[in-house]
Nanobody, 117 residues
């Protein structure tokens, strides 16, 4: 079992930056991929970014390429999402997710990001 807790969300003006963190506890053995998802009001949850356990492979949604950076610190069991040049369209609840080799996914409770002037 893996327990995930996100932090770092909040209110930011357009053009601003936030850094989200996802702290993991429990057994991370067998975790293959870690990622960030978001769900805006009235919309389906969508994948934002993902990173392999080794960090050698990353994925970004087209809407965030060049603005968001996913990273991880395996020693601290923490996943990060650096978000720059934020836009109102980035407003959503952001979730981190760990997926194991059996394709079972673990989710955190989410952290809310609001981009507004």
């Amino acid at each position: 079992q893996v327990q995930l807790v996100e932090s770092g969300g909040g209110l930011v003006q357009p053009g601003g930056s936030l850094r989200l963190s996802c702290a993991a506890s429990g057994s991370v053995f067998g975790i293959a991929t870690r990622g960030w998802f978001r769900q805006a009001p009235g919309k389906e949850r969508e994948s934002v970014a993902a990173i392999s356990w080794s960090g050698g492979n990353t994925y970004y949604a087209d809407s965030v390429k060049g603005r968001f950076t996913i990273s991880r610190d395996n020693a601290k069991n923490t996943l990060y999402l650096q978000m720059n040049s934020l836009e109102p369209e980035d407003t959503a609840v952001y979730y981190c997710s760990y997926t194991d080799l059996d394709s079972h996914s673990y989710w955190g409770p989410g952290t809310k990001v609001t981009v507004s002037s």
